[in-house]
Every structure is written in structure tokens, then in C-alpha cells.
């Protein structure tokens, strides 16, 4: 069974920084590219970052660009994402997902965790 | 970037009843659209893409349309397809979602 499970959210002021991991199991992690979505209260999903499998192709939402940092480790199987300098309206669930296949510009998202809940306020 | 929309925002249905839910691309998306399905708590469920139900999918959901009116049909509700339903077009990047449509039990 595939298992993809977040962590790392909480209650961070304004311009502080978080770290999510998102711990993938039951596939080969290595064969995928993946994703993070986020939800942000009274609006839909909105997508945040992506990765290649091999992390030479990495993309932001404009929203995000210059602030986060997608990463990942493949002997481990897990996903990141470094948050900086936090705004209040970057307050949602985060998701990561999974990709069909390995590379970033691939299709929709067939695999999604239950995401975790990051709150950015004074 | 494509903006998606999606209607109607809340859908109260009864239990048996039909389902119909749709959304817009604000430009053409070809037939690159998927469906999702999200209940609280829980990871959003892939549903379809394209015209493909997802495996193990009732053949009560189908999806159609294409360039840039599609619909989701629950033929027979049942009462765990009460949820948030997603659309998200593929088409190009960056990956865009409406804003979900609710189907609640009347």
C-alpha cells in the first residue's frame, strides 16, 4: 500500500521558518517526481513546488518563489520543503503527492497524503 | 495561468439521486482534466483523468467534456460520495484547481 504521510506543520510567526517531510512508502520513490499542494482556508488547492526524481528539475508557484525550497532524499524516501520569511496568508493544510512518473512536468497527482497544518500568525 | 471555476459551490443532493458537477477552464485544457475527491481528515482521492475512472473507482462517477466544459456525474449517490469534489486541468503549468464543489445530503 502506498503511504505517503506529512509532518513538520504548527503555529510559526510571521517571518519565521518551517521545514515539512513528507515520508513515502510502498513504491519506489526513486522512480517519481513529486509535488506539494497546499490548501488554504475558505479557497481550493492551490500547487506549491515540484521535484524530478533525480532533483534536476524544480519548480515554484510565484506565490512561493525565493522563499521555499523543495528537496528530497532518495536513500530515505522522504520529500521536504524549507519555508522561509512566512506570511500570514501561507496559513494552510500542505499535501505532498506523487507524480505518475519521474519527471517534474508530468501529468496530475495519483497519490496524495493527508497533509499537515501550518498556521503562520502574531 | 488557467483559472479554473467550478459550479455550483454547494450541491444538495438525496441519497439515489443524481449528481452533476461542473467545471470551466479559462482557456482550453484539450481533455487534460482530472477529478478528485476530498472528505476531512483525509488525503484527496483521485477519481479521473481524461475520460479514465482510476482504478477500483465505481462506474457510478464518470467524467466528460473537453477543451473547456467538463462534468462529473455521481449516477447514484451514495452516502460515502458525500465530499469536496476537485477539478484540476494538466494542460499546462502551472497545475490549476477549481475552487471545489461540495455535495452535501439534502
Known amino acids: 500500500e502506498v503511504q505517503l504521510v506529512e509532518s513538520g506543520g504548527g503555529l510559526v510567526q510571521p517571518g519565521r521558518s518551517l521545514r515539512l517531510s513528507c515520508a513515502v512508502s510502498g513504491l519506489t520513490f526513486d522512480n517519481y517526481g513529486m509535488h506539494w499542494v497546499r490548501q488554504v482556508p475558505g479557497k481550493g488547492l492551490e500547487w506549491v513546488s515540484g521535484?524530478?526524481?533525480?532533483?534536476?528539475?524544480?519548480d515554484y508557484a510565484d506565490s512561493v518563489k525565493g522563499r521555499f525550497t523543495i528537496s528530497r532524499d532518495n536513500a530515505k524516501n522522504f520529500l521536504y520543503l524549507q519555508m522561509n520569511s512566512l506570511r500570514p496568508n501561507d496559513t494552510g493544510l500542505y499535501y505532498c503527492?506523487?507524480?505518475?512518473?519521474?519527471?517534474?512536468?508530468?501529468?496530475?497527482?495519483?497519490?496524495w497524503g493527508q497533509g499537515t497544518l501550518v498556521t503562520v500568525s502574531s | 495561468e488557467i483559472v479554473m471555476t467550478q459550479s455550483p459551490a454547494t450541491l444538495s443532493v438525496s441519497p439515489g439521486e443524481r449528481a452533476t458537477l461542473s467545471c470551466r477552464a479559462s482557456q482550453s485544457v484539450s481533455s487534460n482534466l482530472a477529478w478528485y475527491q476530498h472528505k476531512p481528515g483525509q488525503a484527496p482521492r483521485l477519481l479521473i483523468y481524461g475520460a479514465t475512472r482510476a482504478t477500483g473507482l465505481p462506474a457510478r462517477f464518470s467524467g466528460s467534456g473537453s477543451g473547456a466544459e467538463f462534468t462529473l456525474t455521481i449516477s447514484s449517490l451514495q452516502s460515502e460520495d458525500f465530499a469536496v469534489y476537485y477539478c484540476?486541468?494538466?494542460?499546462?503549468?502551472?497545475?490549476?484547481f477549481g475552487q471545489g464543489t461540495k455535495v452535501e445530503i439534502k
Open positions: 521535484i524530478s526524481w533525480n532533483s534536476f528539475n524544480i
Open positions: 503527492a506523487k507524480a505518475l512518473g519521474p519527471n517534474l512536468y508530468t501529468g496530475y497527482f495519483d497519490q
Open positions: 484540476q486541468q494538466y494542460n499546462k503549468w502551472p497545475r490549476t
